[in-house]
């Protein structure tokens, strides 16, 4: 008999499921279950059961919401090994990157719970005008009611709570609609979390692909919508979604750029990590490596050798590094990619291997400018070396695309360091630290085709907030 995945929300059993698509795993390509598309009956159901919840709840205490992260957070810790398993076998992400992944979810949440007591309004001088003399201003912190968040399959526990433990702790409901392969997660966390005490309909799920996204992203009682994924399906999104709060972290194409005076074997390893790990299908995965010219040679060795000794293996080993894609498909773009970069010149120092749909690291040097290579975001285990001769030749490269999300630079001068902090176009910047390290209690979004908004625990729980002013005369 087929495993139909369908939606989770007060009275989802009884929703039809005409439309349906198959979920495959990605390590062997056998079907696991059909996913059944929500679309506009589903997401109005499920719209419908989150905004009665909100308006039953909206004056919850600021304590109850406190504990309803904590209930999560002891949830997600007591089901994590599970969740990981899930993950291995829906995405093909090696089980020690899903391991690492459910203990920062179970983190991110208590995370949460310990900010939001922290974020408040404030009162305001209005006697800086002459006509508010004597008058009282203040701001509060106020929910949105429903918030739509879209997530995508590359870490479906952690890009899931990064939306929803924000817009819980800010007083809002959710309605998640996960990527294909991250449904099954996304259902079993909301079944985990409505165990654990969760009100019926704070966390709601509707499956499906682009019909029920869209849907979501339009209904007139989503007030805010938080994606994270392309930037061709973030802008279709936007134009769904119309005149409403929307967050964005979108597509990537991140430089990594080494300078002659930065130590090259630990760039080489950081880089070599942040392209390849997880089959590179991370938003601020490695893709450009800029390398000074008279280190550049050296530094390809190294990172040629770094990328060699990632173990590429099956999902469910522990000493895994880079498993399957998450579909052969997407294998499919990957190696065309790196087909069109050689047909425009670009020279192979790392040849890969494919086996379905796993791919082994790519590396290609001097890779010309009309390749897609340099212009698109991969989002596989492709890295492309380019050579600098100057800070501001580097600099002028780096900024050569249209995306902006996360970089990195390696040097030893502070000097450097900073300039590239002034002129570096991105939203978050590491020195001597690789494109895909990231911590949640920073500020984390881009520029340019990049995204809109922050995530990060307290950035994230006020854009899941809206501020309203209250002006006071205190004697009539």
């Given at each position: 008999m087929t495993n139909i995945i369908q939606s989770y929300f007060p009275g989802s059993e009884a929703l039809p499921s005409d439309t349906r698509f198959n979920m495959v795993r990605p390590s062997d390509g056998v079907v696991i279950g059909q996913i059944a598309e929500a679309g506009v009956p589903g997401v109005a159901a499920a719209v419908a059961s989150s905004f009665a919840t909100f308006q039953a709840l909206r004056k919850t205490p600021l304590?109850?919401?406190?504990?309803?992260?904590?209930?999560?957070?002891?949830?997600?810790?007591?089901?994590?090994?599970?969740?990981?398993?899930?993950?291995?076998?829906?995405v093909g992400k090696p089980i020690r990157a899903c391991r690492f992944e459910a203990q920062r979810g179970v983190?991110?949440?208590?995370?949460?719970?310990?900010?939001?007591?922290?974020i408040g309004g404030e009162v305001?001088?209005?006697d800086a005008a002459a006509t508010g003399t004597g008058l009282i201003g203040m701001t509060r912190h106020l929910p949105y009611g429903v918030v739509g968040a879209i997530t995508p399959f590359n870490a479906p526990i952690n890009l899931l709570v990064q939306k929803l433990a924000p817009a819980v702790a800010a007083g809002n409901t959710v309605v998640v609609k996960p990527a294909p392969a991250g449904t099954r997660t996304a259902l079993k966390l909301a079944a985990l979390f409505r165990a654990a005490g969760w009100p019926e309909g704070l966390f709601n799920v509707v499956t499906g692909d682009k019909e029920t996204a869209l849907a979501l992203a339009a209904h007139p009682d989503v007030r805010a919508v938080s994606f994270t994924g392309g930037t061709q399906g973030g802008e279709a999104l936007a134009r769904a979604a119309g005149a409403k709060k929307f967050v964005a972290e979108l597509g990537s194409n991140a430089a990594n750029i080494v300078l002659a005076d930065a130590n090259l074997t630990v760039a080489a390893k950081k880089i070599a990590s942040a392209a390849f790990e997880a089959s590179g299908q991370q938003c601020i995965s490695a893709q450009r490596v800029l390398?000074?010219?008279?280190?550049?040679?050296a530094f390809t060795a190294q990172f040629a050798a770094a990328a060699a000794a990632l173990k590429v293996g099956k999902p469910e080993d522990p000493a895994t590094d880079i498993a399957a894609m998450v579909s052969s498909q997407a294998a499919d773009r990957v190696m065309a990619m790196i087909a069109d970069a050689k047909q425009h010149?670009?020279?192979?120092?790392?040849?890969?291997?494919?086996?379905?749909?796993?791919?082994?690291?790519?590396?290609l040097s001097l890779v010309p400018k009309a390749a897609?290579?340099?212009?698109?975001?991969v989002f596989g285990p492709v890295a492309i070396l380019v050579p600098f001769k100057t800070v501001e030749e580097a600099i002028a490269l780096a900024n050569d695309s249209p995306f902006g999300l996360q970089g990195a630079v390696f040097t030893s001068n502070l000097a450097?360091?900073?300039?590239?902090?002034?002129?570096?176009?991105?939203?978050?910047?590491?020195?001597?630290?690789?494109?895909?390290?990231?911590?949640?209690?920073?500020?984390?979004g881009g520029v340019k085709q990049s995204g809109v908004g922050r995530e990060g625990v307290r950035y994230a729980i006020e854009e899941m907030s809206q501020i309203k002013f209250i002006g006071i005369r205190p004697t009539a």
């Open positions: 304590h109850t919401r406190i504990q309803w992260l904590r209930q999560a957070a002891a949830a997600l810790r007591g089901e994590a090994e599970a969740l990981a398993q899930l993950i291995a076998e829906d983190e991110f949440i208590e995370a949460c719970a310990a900010a939001v007591a922290q305001l001088p209005l390398v000074q010219e008279s280190v550049f040679e010149g670009a020279v192979t120092v790392l040849e890969p291997s494919r086996d379905g749909a796993t791919i082994s690291p790519a590396i897609r290579l340099w212009r698109e975001e450097t360091a900073l300039q590239f902090a002034d002129d570096f176009d991105v939203g978050s910047l590491w020195i001597n630290e690789a494109s895909r390290f990231r911590l949640d209690m920073y500020p984390f």
